[in-house]
Antibody, heavy 117, light 106 residues
Framework: QVQLKQSGPGLVQPSQSLSITCTVS????????VHWVRQSPGKGLEWLGV???????DYNAAFISRLSISKDNSKSQVFFKMNSLQVNDTAIYYC???????????WGQGTSVTVSS | QIVLTQSPAIMSASPGEKVTMTCSAS?????MHWYQQKSGTSPKRWIY???KLASGGPARFSGSGSGTSYSLTISSMEAEDAATYYC?????????FGSGTKLEIK
């Protein structure tokens, strides 16, 4: 069955970077894109970016200067990296598979990230 | 970017009651997706492409709309439907989400 499993730190210091790995199973990254979304009490659900099946990426303009998404198709892994985190980047970060209708049909379990010194 | 406004923000319904929540877009969109989220869990795709029910979703749920106005309807509220529902569009970049309607059981 389709699964997305996330791994990453729960605590990040201000100005440091956040790295999360999304390991997928039940489908191929060469056939599906993977989105990244975050959820915080203050801003709700925010779309951050997507890596398409062919490897190209699109980013939310608000994060383009400090966000990078890449993948390793052979390992079924997608890599998310955001730089220069601040307190207001505290949120739950999700990866999700993009379906044919540009929705997210399967989601990872989420990575709760707190930015604090 | 397109702003999605959901109303009401919070609502409650009795078992068996019909429920309707709306999502208004600041500009016309071609379709709307809806997600259900229960406390402590990831959102689930619930209705996609405006009116298609996700696999496993109860048939009492339906979606409709066009242009700037979309809605999600539950024909007969059940306790398990208590959750927060979010709408989402990607007719225009960047994809955006509404702020959610929290549905409680009376």
């Amino acid at each position: 069955q389709v699964q997305l499993k996330q791994s990453g730190p729960g605590l990040v210091q201000p100005s440091q970077s956040l790295s999360i790995t999304c390991t997928v199973s039940g489908f191929s990254l060469t056939s599906y894109g993977v989105h990244w979304v975050r959820q915080s009490p203050g801003k709700g659900l925010e779309w951050l970016g997507v890596i398409w099946s062919g490897g190209s990426t699109d980013y939310n303009a608000a994060f383009i200067s400090r966000l990078s998404i890449s993948k390793d198709n052979s390992k079924s892994q997608v890599f998310f990296k955001m730089n220069s985190l601040q307190v207001n980047d505290t949120a739950i970060y999700y990866c999700g598979r993009r379906d044919a209708w540009y929705a997210m049909d399967y989601w990872g379990q989420g990575t709760s990230v707190t930015v604090s010194s | 970017q397109i702003v999605l406004t959901q109303s009401p923000a919070i609502m409650s319904a009795s078992p068996g009651e019909k429920v309707t929540m709306t999502c208004s877009a600041s500009s016309s969109v071609s379709y709307m997706h809806w997600y259900q989220q229960k406390s402590g869990t990831s959102p689930k795709r619930w209705i996609y492409d405006t009116s298609k029910l996700a696999s496993g979703g109860p048939a009492r749920f339906s979606g409709s709309g066009s242009g700037t106005s979309y809605s999600l309807t539950i024909s007969s509220m059940e306790a398990e439907d208590a959750a927060t529902y979010y709408c989402q569009q990607w007719s225009s970049n960047p994809p955006t989400f509404g702020s959610g309607t929290k549905l409680e059981i009376k």
